[in-house]
């Protein structure tokens, strides 16, 4: 094992960097573009079962210290989109399909052909913080992510993810039901719900009003929840939200994090960012006597260290 090398729920990762839902990865071409450019693995769009053209515009805005989104979950639907995997496979590193639906039924069905895609794994995306009907919406009751979980957990044979919702009072127990339906490993956050306005045109500036807020605004937040989620469940935690530096994801893994996800990063500075975030984690590791970065995992717990 190199020392950047990682096992996260059974998938061997070069390095414990993945391209997060969302950005650089509606087509093939474009996942493979950041496979080669070194992140570890990549997570796909969230696919549904039907093809969703998504909120009217402007769909994104460019904040401070983030950005603010509210897609609609866009997407060509699975059909259409297996192709798009099957793709991404020749990039040498392990593809993890991101899956929404409005059923427990259409999300462990999704579960099913995105691994009959090619996926290595699955993301369940229980966590879009605006789109009616799915993600959050049903992601925020621990009995529905226990049972989404469970029936998911059921229909395949890859590795599942429940990827899950800071828009709650209790990140950690949506993280114990996840663990009780059976899920492999579990990643936090998805965004944080926002919304900014215009003062000129005095109105919402999105299309859809409000948005999910992600990039550095809302690292403390993941770190935080990840913190959490590490002491509750027993399964790993893959960690999201505001990663830049090799620094932000040391922070993220020291909270108990076996993997970071980068995904605003990647829209800031180009999927450049990979090889940048993992020769930063290499150095910390060099300068403070760390061979493997699963020592580093989890260490700012006390009791850890
Ligand atoms: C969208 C989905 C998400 O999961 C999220 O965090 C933000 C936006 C969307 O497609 O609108």
């Not at 639906?101 to 229980?126: F, P, Q, Y």
């Not at 926002?194 to 009003?209: E, Q």
Request: proline share 6%; hydrophobic share 40%; charged share 20%.
């Amino acid at each position: 094992m190199t020392h950047l090398e990682v096992e996260v729920c059974g998938l061997r990762l070069k390095n414990p960097t993945m391209l997060a839902s969302g950005v650089f990865d509606e087509t093939g071409k474009s996942m493979l573009a950041v496979a080669k450019a070194g992140a570890g693995a990549i997570v796909t769009k969230s696919i549904g079962m039907e093809p969703r053209p998504g909120h009217p515009n402007p769909s994104v805005v460019e904040l401070e210290h983030g950005l603010l989104n509210a897609m609609g979950l866009p997407n060509p639907g699975i059909k259409l989109y297996a192709s798009e995997i099957k793709e991404a496979k020749k990039g040498g590193v392990p593809v993890i399909g991101s899956v929404f639906g409005g059923t427990e039924e259409e999300i462990a069905e999704l579960a099913r052909l995105v691994v009959e895609a090619g996926a290595d794994a699955v993301e369940l995306n229980l966590s879009c913080p605006h789109a009616k009907g799915y993600g959050a919406e049903i992601g925020s009751s621990p009995e529905a992510v226990e049972s989404i979980c469970k029936l998911a957990k059921r229909r395949t044979k890859g590795p599942v993810f429940a990827k899950l919702t800071p828009n709650t009072p209790s990140i950690a127990d949506l993280a114990r039901a996840a663990e009780r339906g059976g899920a492999d490993g579990i990643v936090a956050i998805n965004t944080l719900k926002g919304m900014a306005i215009d003062t000129d045109a005095k109105m919402p500036i999105l299309g859809n009003k409000i948005g999910g807020l992600s990039g550095p605004a809302v690292k403390p937040v993941g770190v935080r929840c990840v913190f959490e989620i590490y002491e509750a469940v027993r399964i790993p935690v893959v960690g999201v939200g505001g990663i830049v530096t090799g620094r932000d994801a040391i922070e993220y893994i020291m909270a108990g994090a076996s993997a970071v996800q980068i995904g605003t990063a990647v829209w800031s500075e180009g999927p450049i960012v990979f090889s940048k975030v993992c020769k930063e984690i290499s150095k910390f590791m060099k300068d403070n006597q760390y061979q493997t970065v699963k020592e580093i995992v989890g260490v700012a717990h006390p009791g850890k260290r």
